[in-house]
C-alpha cells in the first residue's frame, strides 16, 4: 500500500488561542474554514508542504471532538493517510486482522472517500485513510453573454497524447500532478471549440477531430467521443446546420479534424451552410507536409472542403468578423494563431496551441510537439503578460477540467482562476 501524509487533525479547545499560535507565532497560512454540519466541527486547514495541519473546533456540545477534549483534553486527534485505491487498502488491512472503525468506505467531504482504522490496532493513534475525489472532467457546453456577443464553449470528446510530449523539458515529475497520466505516459486532453454568436451569424472556432479516425488512430490517440460535438451543440440549442462560419486556428487533425465527415464513399463540409476560414499560408503548410508535421496534417482534414468550394482564404492578422479576430503567433505550426474576441470593452482570447491547457500559464512549459519553441516562448511571454494585466477571458482548449479563466500571478506564481 502506498500512502502519502494528507493532514494531521487537531482537536483545539479556545480557537482564537491556536490561531495565535499557529497564525500568528508559527506564521502559517489559514485556509478559509469549512463547516462538517454532520460531525458538528469545524475545519481550519494549515498547508504545510504537501501535507496540513487541520484545527478541528467544536460546533455543538454533543460533537465527537468536543467529547474527546473532554476525555483526553486539547491536542492531536487524528493522522489522515492518502491512498489511491481505498477500497483496495481497506482489504488489505482486513485481510491482516486489522480493527476497523469503518468496515467499509464511506462518503468524506469534497467528494474523497475516507475509512477510520480503530486507534487500538494503530498504536493509540486514529489514522483516516483517504482517497481523494478524482477530477471529472468538465465537458458540458457553457454559454456566457460576452458585450454585445454571446459565447458558447462546446466540447467534441477527450482524446490522449504522450505527456513527454505535451510538456516538451518540463521534467514528469512536475506535470503528473496536473494531469491524469495513463500506463502508456498519455496525458486526457480535450477538444474544446468555442461558438460566437453575435448579428452577423455564428462562428464556430476550431471544431474538434471528427469522426474520421481509423481503428489505429483511436487507440493510438485514446479518443473517448462518447460525448461529441453534436451532443454539446444540441446542448447548447444550436446544430451544425446553424454555423456560418467555420474559423481554424491551425489545420492539424485534433482541432479542424471535424471540419469534414464521412458521407459514404465521399467526404463532405461538417457544416453544410458554412464558410470555412482558413490563413492561406497555413493551408500552404498543411498540403505540403514534411517529416515532422505529416501526423498532424491529414488531408482529408480540409482538402474536400476546397473541392467542395466552400473556403475563403484570408492572409495575414485581421478581423474576420466584426468583434472576432486573428493574431498569428507561429511556435506550434509556422502559422499558427489565436483568436481575439472582443465587445463591450472585455477581451477573450482563444488560445488553441499556445496555451492547450491551465498547466501551461507557465512561460517554459511549451509542447515538444512545437516545430519553433522559441517563437512560442517570445509571444507567449509578451502574451500572458498583457492576458494578466488587461484580465483577458482565456479559453483553453485542450484543458479537461477548466474551459475557461483568467491567469492571475501571486507573488511570480501564476495560477488560473477557472470561470467555466
Ligand atoms: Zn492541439
Redesign the pocket.
Known sequence: MKATLDHIGIAVKDLDQALAFYRDALGLEVEAPEDVESQRVRAHFIPVGESALELLEATAPDSAIARYIDKRGPGVHHITLRVEDIHAAVEHLKARGVRLVDQEPRPGAEGALVAFIHPSAAHGVLVELKEPARPRPNLAARRMAWGDLELVSVSDGLFRLDGGAMFGVVPRPLWETRLPVDDRNRVLLSMRPLVVEAEWGRMIVDCGAGDKMDAKQLDMYGFDRTRHLDHALADAGLSAESIDVALATHL?F??FGGATRRDGAALTPRFPRARYAIRAAEWEDATHPHERNRASYLQDDFVPLKEAGVVAFYEGDQSIEPGVRVVRTGG?TGQHQIVFVESGGRTAVFT??LI?TTAHVQNAWIMGYDLFPMDTLAFKKRFIREAIDREYLIFF??DPFVAAGYIRERDGRRHVEQVL
Open positions: 492539424h485534433d482541432h506550434h488553441a496551441d492547450p482548449e485542450h
